[in-house]
């Protein structure tokens, strides 16, 4: 697994009766060669804009997961999260693309129309088909229908595209709105990843107190997770998420929660 | 877990690393008397309708059900899928009610509303709430949100009773021109189990093969389940279900029937 990872991921993998073992990521995403000598059997990552940090997983990489896969007769698991929200330039092709019979691709409408759905979907390795899908019926017969119809029918007459599109340049204003008050309130930030997602993850200099400042924040009704959320040890860092900001609101929340880093 | 069982239910037990243990279903219902000398340390009932023969928990034994689960420190699992649709008197109450510290009670919208839903609930002892609610968020983080507020919204506005009231002689029609059918066409087969549900258990003299009046039946687009589709051994038995059908056209379904029983 990805270190740091996507919390959730990680509890999942626990119950499951698996053990994780934590991979390092740099800003070029899972650091492979570590993966490599791991010993472990599956990899579960974040390719296209790894959770948390926002990094992506540099082409060299994405090749070196592929051939450890096939070398270690593996399997990659490829959460493909937030994928469809690439700002400059086009989204990157999935793993999956890349070896079929090796990555187990999840998909989610989460990002893209709202959790509330419940919605996703895998492409799994033709030989995995039937246990997963015994595995689905067996756990909960199949998800609800309905969703799944209207779904299928936003899709098809195109909506989904025109939503997309339509929500890339509003959370691409939003992200920008955001990036630019950080410089602007607090030039000693350093905003990390890459433009894409719905969250931006800002490494403050050291010696702030993430927790301490995540709870001012909190009382000043401005709310986020911090890298220590996530069981990651590194420099103090907020995940600031502006999905669900108004781009006008954002100027004099990044200024009230620069003076709360300052008075922190 | 009662013997005849739903078979869903044994998978799943199976599937979670439990060991079935089957017990007798007789006229009045699991025979708690051999659950008792069984061993087992949790017992899964269809009290009200039992699934699939259609009997009802007998009174006496609801209270030795409980009393077994006291003594034992034991779990009831109470599967109360369809104990809505009653027609020839009220509604049993749930055992859930007899005992909320022994009883783990799951209800369904599957009968009543539609089972593409995918809403069901449960009512669990309280030192049992925490983990479950892990466990139900580690397997889907949660139920489609959509469906749980239009079916709160239809409970609060009394649409659901009226719905039930008004389905409930729906299907009493239905369950008694079946009935009636059945006496008419097929007078040696016997009807068993309670005025309720939305399947009738029909026993047809020794000598016939359930299997094969099943296939034959199913050639001329007459579809039911047979007993040994429940795994359990009895005299030839068809489950004739009557949810979705049109009440006129019950009698001729049932003509056919007898001649494909006869024939085979």
Redesign the interface.
């Known amino acids: 697994m990805e270190d740091p990872c996507f919390v ?1 991921h990680r ?2 993998v626990r ?1 499951a009766g698996l053990e994780p073992v934590p991979v390092p990521v740099d800003d070029g995403g899972m650091r492979i060669d570590i993966l490599a000598r791991s010993g472990a059997d599956v990899a579960l990552v974040t390719p296209a804009h790894q959770s948390p940090t926002g990094v992506v997983l540099a082409p060299e990489r994405r090749t070196a997961l592929v051939a450890w896969a096939e070398e270690h007769d593996a399997i990659v698991i490829e959460d493909d999260y937030d994928a469809e929200h690439r700002y400059d330039r086009d989204p990157v092709g999935a793993l999956q693309g890349l070896a079929p019979e090796r990555v187990v691709y999840g998909g989610t409408a989460s990002k893209t129309l709202a ?5 996703g979907w895998l492409v799994v390795p033709q030989r995995m088909v039937e246990s997963i899908r015994r595995e689905k019926y ?10 799944q119809h209207a779904f299928a029918d936003f899709i098809a007459r195109g909506e989904l595209d025109r939503h997309l599109r339509r929500m890339r340049s509003r959370y691409r204003a939003r992200r920008d709105a955001l990036v630019t008050a950080l410089e602007r309130e607090l030039p000693e930030a350093r905003v990390k990843g890459i433009a894409a997602g719905l969250h931006v993850t800002v490494e403050l200099p050291p010696g702030h107190d993430e927790q301490a400042i995540k709870a001012a924040a909190h009382q000043a009704s401005i709310r986020f997770s911090v890298l220590g959320d996530y069981d990651a040890s590194g420099p103090p860092t907020l995940m600031l998420g502006y999905g669900a900001l108004a781009e006008a609101a954002i100027g004099a929340g990044v200024r009230e929660l620069a003076r709360i880093v300052r008075e922190t």
């Open positions: 959730y509890h999942i119950h959790p509330a759905l419940r919605l067996l756990a909960d017969q199949g998800t609800a229908r309905i969703e």
